[in-house]
């Protein structure tokens, strides 16, 4: 069984389109995450969420929004789609004390 | 605020020689840290860890790592490389608590020549 799982695993799309990203993630953890690998493989964190807070790295533009329908569940939806948000995108889960981030098996992202 | 810097975005090796990552960690708050490894097209998968228990910590496929704070470091080791090593490794820290999401360093590709 995949304990993350992303889809689609592949999404090509054209500029100003809206697009969402799924995760799901089956290990019971209560905090998930999402990162954006871009093309020279820098990772950097966007969005971390539990049932207690939403932290959002304040240079994620606002069409960027995850949308959590349960525990198990973080999906990232982006709207009017640019250019430069081609990229792989991940998405991770954890105990959110420290413990050790799991990783999904990333969504690469295609804008034209 | 915490950083993480890898010395060398590229590292050679021939294989069966020792692998050295470099690692140096700023972080105001005593760290978690993290060495994650990829492969290509694939996603992050954990090679070991660091909580404050004992300061050599070993990982998976022989690699282990020392974290020395008065040096702030985690540099990442592995005795004898092997051709199924090469893939970019990063290493990560984060306070922990809360939903505190890692922060990267830039990554080390790890060439291994036969």
């Known amino acids: 069984d995949t304990a993350v799982s992303q889809t689609p695993k592949y999404l090509v799309t054209q500029m100003g389109n809206d697009k969402s990203i799924k995760c799901e993630q089956n290990?019971?953890?209560?905090?998930m995450y999402w990162y954006k690998q871009d093309s020279k493989k820098f990772l950097k964190i966007m969005f971390s969420?539990?049932?207690?807070?939403?932290?959002i790295n304040e240079t994620v533009p606002n069409r960027f929004s995850p949308k959590s329908p349960d525990k198990a569940h973080l999906n990232l939806h982006i709207n009017s789609l640019e250019l430069g948000d081609s990229a792989v995108y991940f998405c991770?889960?954890?105990?959110?004390?420290?413990?050790?981030?799991?990783f999904g098996p990333g969504t690469r992202l295609l804008v034209l | 605020a915490q950083s993480v810097t890898q010395l060398g975005s590229h590292v050679s090796v021939s294989e069966g020689a020792l692998v050295l990552l470099r690692c140096n960690y700023s972080?105001?708050?005593?760290?978690?840290l993290f060495w994650y490894v990829q492969y290509p097209n694939q996603g992050l998968q954990l090679l070991l860890k660091?909580?404050?228990?004992?300061?050599l910590v070993k990982g998976i496929n022989g690699f282990e790592a020392e974290f020395k704070k008065s040096e702030t470091s985690f540099h990442l080791t592995k005795p004898s490389a092997h051709m199924s090593d090469a893939a970019e490794y990063f290493c990560?820290?984060?306070?922990?608590?809360?939903?505190?999401?890692?922060?990267f360093g830039k990554g080390t590709h790890l060439i291994i020549q036969p």
């Open positions: 972080s105001s708050v005593p760290p978690y």
């Open positions: 991770a889960s954890s105990h959110g004390d420290g413990g050790t981030q799991y």
């Open positions: 290990l019971g953890h209560d905090t």
């Open positions: 969420y539990n049932n207690k807070e939403l932290i």
């Open positions: 660091y909580t404050s228990a004992a300061t």
């Open positions: 990560a820290v984060t306070r922990g608590g809360g939903a505190d999401g890692l922060t």
